[in-house]
């Protein structure tokens, strides 16, 4: 790999003394700007999908708030939404589990399956209010992780359970 330093090195020192700083910074930044149309920039081509951790802000607090809203379809626990959070957000004090259960939810709008992660949120005490008991795709504990009646907060340091968040991964299948 030395050879492959010196070549570096000397690349890069033939490069000093023959370019200007303000010309290499143009030659950067006219080849960032060429990249950007030649190859498809993903969080733009992402954006124009929509992104399915922001989408239910289209919806209403009483459809986002109800047991029967798509991206809840597995959740058993108490919804972030009516707990000082959202349905992607803990709310303050809370924090989110870093180990969750994944299960398929159906969204009726663009008749898409999508998995979806669902966190506990820890730390406070149980929220008590949209209490949910759905179990589409969930399986008993020896698929542990497909599992939704366990305190997922586990992993966290203090862990008291708060409420559930529904966090959408993506679709289960990707149309080409
Ligand atoms: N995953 C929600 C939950 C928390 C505590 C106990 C059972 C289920």
Known sequence: MLWLDKFGENLSRGIARNVSRRSSLALIAKSMVGSAFIMPVLPIARAQDGDPNTDWKLDTKEEVESCDYWRHCGVDGFLCGCCGGSPTSCGPGAER???????????????????VSYHDCCGKNPCGRCYCFNDVGERPGYQFFRTNDVNWCIANKNLNYHCTVSIVLGPTKYDN
């Not at 589990?97 to 994944?102: M, T």
């Not at 299960?103 to 399956?113: E, M, Q, Y």
């Open 97 to 115: 589990s870093p180990v969750s259960w994944v299960g398929t939810c159906h969204n009726p709008k663009d008749g898409k399956d999508y998995m």
